[in-house]
């Protein structure tokens, strides 16, 4: 599933798989997409394409329906699945809709999504704040010029690698975490000293007014810097590695 300009869209295979629990739906839906193409259904015409991740990690053009479109494609599939899943499709659009009039009761959704997970309301909090922070430092990016997601991945890389030695990716496997966030792994400690290298990144950005991405990197540097020599003191003190192999994860992945 993908969200663009605020709709969803549905990968039309795996809508398939659900429903028929065919083997090769991706055989089962060229077959349905031709008889739908003749018998001049108008749902031929609303197809889309995206590009959606695949088993091989890797991304492919991918037919797409939206919310309307996958609910005329269930009334083309005879299929026992078919109401729970128009039910879940009516809940997912009621929600979206709740949060449009509400956005407090996604916050709401967040908070009780760590709580369950037993993170304390003070980390909860902090990771808030940290989500804040987070936009003001792309924002100030922005402003410089900064505008891709892959500038702001290497942008924060620098910080990262600076203060802890690994970038994000690193990071991630030294705590043996794979898709999870890598804040929701974080100790306190942790979390802290990567909000000071994003706020101080923020501020020298601010400062200097970098005018292309390498100055940009540079500040991130120093911004990192200043987190990395928190870090050195604190350790100097508790004579210990601050940074963690912990993770909160209640799973455990096999290699």
Known sequence: ????????????????????D???????????KVKLLEEGSQLSSNLGQLKLKSKDGK???????DTEGIFR?????PSKKAEPFKLWLAKLGRQE???????SKGIDKMIDYYT??????????????????????????????????????????????????????????????????????MTDI????????????RKLTKKHKPSNLEENKKLAKKGGNIAKNTRNDLEKELETNVIERTN??????LK
């Not at 909160?248 to 992945?253: E, G, P, R, T, V």
């Open 22 to 32: 065919s083997p090769r739906p991706r055989k089962y839906w060229n077959a349905l």
């Open 248 to 253: 909160n994860l209640d799973i455990k992945y």
């Open 73 to 77: 494609l269930i009334e083309s599939v």
């Open 190 to 201: 942790e979390v802290l000293l990567t909000d000071l290298g994003e706020f101080a990144t």
């Open 97 to 103: 809709v709740d949060n449009v009039f509400d956005p």
């Open 116 to 185: 369950r997970k037993g993170y304390s309301l003070d980390w909860i909090e902090g990771r808030i704040k940290a989500i804040i922070n987070r936009k003001k430092l792309t924002n100030t990016w922005k402003e410089q010029g900064i505008e891709e997601n892959k500038e702001y991945a290497i942008l924060t890389n620098e910080i990262y690698k600076t203060w802890s030695g690994m970038d994000a990716k690193e990071y991630k496997e030294y705590k043996g975490i794979r898709k999870e966030f890598l804040r929701d792994n």
């Open 59 to 65: 991304y492919y053009k991918t037919d797409v329906l």
């Open 1 to 20: 599933m993908g969200c663009r300009n605020r709709n969803y869209y549905f990968c039309v295979v795996d809508v398939i798989a659900v429903l028929t």
